[in-house]
């Protein structure tokens, strides 16, 4: 138990330091799929996000703070609700056998 | 590689939304059957890894860049199907919560890189395993090589729903696929060298929590690939 919680502890903690303080470091060009749709002539088919105007969209943005809320709530909320679901996974396999 | 909205019509986004729900139902039902006590903080981990990680877009081109997809990445660590459960989380809350991958393409998001990226490039994983000799310490070369392989496959998942119901008529599917091609190929030796690393420290200090090496401590599904 406790080798496991080192190794949580240590995996969170990286994964922290990778949405915070790495994710400064980004680069900002498009990635792939946006830059072979500007290539190829449909990049002007996508249509704006219903949330394009939230804090969090896009990770922030240029916002520096924004980025930095947005890598804490985005790793908080990936790591509970994969806690919740995989635990009700589970636990749905102890009542069918039980 | 996260499709917005507008990109491909409704009818074929419709269907990868069917295509993405039938597959998640079977990726719980699947991973259901070895999910452990271990095994549940160890996949929330891994889904905020993959989170974090795909924020961090790399340098590939002279104006393009790319990023983690992170599906090989998660079925090594937890498995095919709860590394498909992991991709989907992320895919969601990204879509929900950072307007990253539109709403109506959320099933072609997860088709590409949930049931391509962690299911499919499991496959190959295991498919390199075998050809490799099965060894514990060739897992993080052929998780990073399944990695590479894997992006330029979720990228011609794309290029056949672009195809099948791209909004513009006038595109050459052609030269769509050999630039998504030509481009994901690049990105997927970013993919390889982290999903290396990564999987190599983990194996140097929690092998028996690797769910595609032999070391793994828990019960496995069937495999895809014995």
Redesign the interface.
Known sequence: MR??MT??G???L???V??VV??Q?????????E???G????LE???D????E?P????GGDSKSNLIL??V???????????L???V??S??TS?EG | MHIPDGFIGPGISAAAGLTAIGGFAVALRKARDYLTDRLVPMAALVAAFVFAAQMVNFPVLPGMSGHLLGGVLAAVLVGPWAGCIVMSLVLIVEALLFADGGLSALGLNIVNMSLIGAVVGYLVYRVLFRLGGSRPTAVPVLAGLAAMISVPLAATGFVLEFGLGGTVESISIGSVFWAILGTHVLIGIGEGLITFVVVGAVMRSRPDLVYGSPTFGGTRSEELVS
Do not use: N
């Open positions: 080798k496991g190794f949580f240590a995996g969170l990286v994964t922290l990778v949405a790495i994710a470091f980004a680069s900002t060009e498009p990635d792939g799929l830059y072979v749709a290539q190829e002539g449909f088919t996508a249509q996000h219903p949330l394009a939230s969090l969209a896009d990770y947005s890598g709530v985005g790793v908080l909320v990936t790591l509970g609700l994969g806690y679901v995989f635990t996974v589970k749905d396999k069918a």
